[in-house]
């Protein structure tokens, strides 16, 4: 089966970001964490396929610790469905798109009633 492609932004095109979840690496033999999100392993992870014994999830990413003991410190998971947004890339987008829309005359119901309210009692509303 082809992969699904990712959601596209309304304002700008580009693809909606998968929602990631991190998962952090702590170091072998560390005692118990309360961290949610964290893994204690029996030996340090090396490569992604070490980090995929972890987790149902896909792996997406992975953070190194630096040399001279490279090792991975935290990796990312996607739940194969789940994206940042259903409609926008970012907030700036949705923003964007939001005055564009305005500036091309277009409005919510609720405020279509809003100034009929207004203009009949010639009071604002609030």
């Not at 789940?82 to 700036?92: M, V």
């Not at 829309?101 to 609030?126: D, F, H």
Request: proline fraction near 9%; charged fraction near 25%; hydrophobic fraction near 30%.
């Amino acid at each position: 089966m082809p992969e699904k492609l990712p959601p596209l932004c309304r304002h700008c095109g580009n693809a909606i970001p998968k929602r990631v979840t991190s998962i952090y690496v702590r170091d072998p033999g560390s005692p118990p964490s309360a961290m949610k999100d964290s893994i204690t392993p029996d030996t340090f992870l090396k490569t992604k396929t070490d980090c995929e014994q972890y987790t149902e999830f896909q792996v997406v990413s992975v953070r190194y610790w630096p040399e001279p003991e490279r090792h991975i410190t935290r990796f990312g998971v996607w739940d194969g469905v789940t994206y940042e947004s259903q409609y926008f890339c970012n907030d700036g987008c949705a923003k964007s798109f939001g005055y564009l829309m305005v500036r091309e005359g277009n409005c919510t119901r609720k405020y279509n009633e809003m100034v009929k309210l207004q203009a009949i009692t010639r009071t604002p509303v609030s």
